[in-house]
């Protein structure tokens, strides 16, 4: 569903937002069984829900579809009222192709700052300009599964032709066009492509097709018009965006002359679509026929293994590519961030600057205002960070670097945060840790409830849990949630054995 690249910037230290921890003593010679004994008797959360998606999912895959319906469609009545869960899966349902059930759990959403960007993002990008009912909703899902999912494209397009069922959709006619391209019919995939956009020239998925349809049939100048169209879209969901990044690369990919710089969008590509260990090596194999274009592959490369936790080899590639040229931004980026992680401000400070001359993009200024910050030049930092927050509310990069000058504006940052990026787990223990310190339990819970479906084994998460469940008087679950924690780190089991303050103000 949704883009890999590393989400870890909102750090413990970025937020500078956790309360201090109780001092809990757990006994550190508790034997494993003993531990094991607790854990399984604490029952973290129903993992009802999450067996029920994958079993409804598995039958879609396997052209099940209406089985897999049914099974959403249970889904849908059964869910509680939690936003993050809700719309992950209208998402989910939107990209299949059952609108009905999206919708229904679009219904649900509160009208708030957390859901409306998602909603917004939802409707523009898959919905088709009129819901059907659920005999033509499964009739064109299941098209859309055999034609994606079970290699049945020429089959599933011929009987879309023939029927009358679903006649006035502009999403049958988007189906035909995707059946003929998985068929390479590019000339009918076009014909029908653009009978679907001129139904609905809204549905930003439509003209993605279009974008490949004409990328793939060689029609540079009007696949690079079409990319323009879908670029002047607003999306301000992390998730929308990375997809238009990725439509943009593939467009790339399609219309390059060179060999090189096909490989070289490829891979961009690839990455986006959180296959980099397939870009990494779709880039090691153009290197040797690529000297001309070398500083563009090593800056991708740098970038690459940046964002995947490889700062050396980050390094040795960025300083490849900036010996080769100066005006690398991937390079002078990666080297800016690495000199920044290290606390060599001074250097990060001179490569983030570098890097500003080469691009419109927000993250070298955002680089610039924090190095001011960690070299102590306090009123530089935040007059940088207020002139940029004056321009733009819904970067949130921008925002994640703010909160460290600005930690007081966290009530109104982090749900907005939230808003651009619900995948983002920092975001939901941040935000139940301010409901925790204003003793607003039930809130910090859904918080919880949200950062225990991106990631059920996340120490925090138990730690955070454990404060809730002592704010109620449910001291045993308090403990065994702290017996949790501390089995998933042991460095926090270190720490609360000891007595420790876990988290520093």
Not at 335 to 362: H, M, Q, V
Not at 374 to 388: D, G, H, I, V
Request: aromatic content about 12%.
């Amino acid at each position: 569903m949704i883009n890999l690249i590393k989400r870890s910037l909102l750090t413990i230290a970025i937020l500078g937002l956790w309360q201090n921890a109780f001092a809990e003593t757990i006994n550190a010679q508790a034997s494993i069984a003993e531990k094991n004994t607790l854990n399984c008797a604490l029952v973290m959360k129903d993992n009802y829900i999450k067996a029920k998606y994958a079993s409804a999912e598995n039958r879609f895959l396997q052209g099940n579809v209406k089985a897999s319906h049914d099974d959403f469609a249970d889904l849908v009545f059964k869910a509680k009222h939690d936003d993050y869960v809700l719309l992950a899966y209208a998402i989910k349902m939107a990209e299949y192709g059952f609108f009905d059930l999206s919708e229904d759990l679009i219904t649900k959403l509160d009208n708030n700052l957390y859901t409306k960007n998602y909603v917004k993002d939802i409707r523009k990008y898959y919905y088709p300009s009129a819901l059907m009912n659920v005999k033509d909703t499964l009739y064109l899902t299941d098209a859309y599964a055999s034609i994606v999912y079970n290699n049945l494209a020429i089959e599933t397009t011929s009987e879309l032709q023939n029927s009358v069922r679903a006649s006035n959709s502009d999403y049958k006619n988007y189906l035909i066009a995707l059946g003929f391209y998985k068929s390479n019919n590019l000339g009918l995939a076009l014909k029908y492509i653009n009978n679907a956009i001129e139904q609905n020239d809204i549905n930003v998925n439509y003209k993605i097709l279009k974008a490949k349809i004409l990328a793939d049939s060689c029609k540079t100048k009007q696949a690079l018009k079409i990319l323009k169209e879908i670029q002047s879209v607003e999306f301000l969901t992390v998730d929308f965006q990375d997809k238009i990044r990725a439509i943009e690369e593939y467009v790339l990919y399609k219309i390059a002359k060179e060999e090189p710089l096909k490989d070289y969008h490829l891979a961009y590509y690839y990455h986006l679509q959180g296959k980099s260990s397939l870009a990494i090596k779709v880039l090691q194999g153009t290197i040797l026929q690529a000297k001309q274009h070398a500083p563009k592959i090593f800056g991708l490369l740098s970038k690459i293994y940046y964002e995947y936790d490889e700062p050396l080899k980050a390094q040795e590639f960025a300083q490849r590519a900036y010996r080769d040229s100066r005006k690398n931004y991937e390079a002078v980026l990666t080297l800016a961030n690495l000199c920044f992680d290290e606390r060599k401000y001074e250097e990060s400070l001179k490569f983030y600057k570098e890097a500003r001359r080469l691009t419109n993009d927000s993250l070298p200024s955002i680089g610039i205002a924090k190095s001011h910050l960690a070299l102590e030049k306090t009123k530089q930092s935040k007059k940088l960070y207020e002139k940029m927050l004056n321009k733009d509310l819904n970067d949130i990069e921008l925002l994640t670097g703010a909160l460290k000058i600005f930690p007081q504006r966290a009530d109104d940052y982090l749900p907005r945060m939230a808003s651009l990026d619900i995948m983002n787990n920092e975001i939901w223990l941040s935000l139940a840790n301010i409901a925790i310190k204003d003793k607003n339990y039930s809130m910090a819970e859904t918080y919880l409830n949200n950062s225990y479906y991106i990631d059920e084994n996340n120490f925090k998460y138990y730690y955070y849990l454990s404060l809730v469940f002592k704010a109620k008087g449910e001291f045993e679950k308090s403990k065994q949630s702290l017996i949790k924690c501390s089995m998933l780190s042991s460095d926090y089991e270190e720490k609360i054995n000891s007595g420790q303050y876990v988290y520093e103000k």
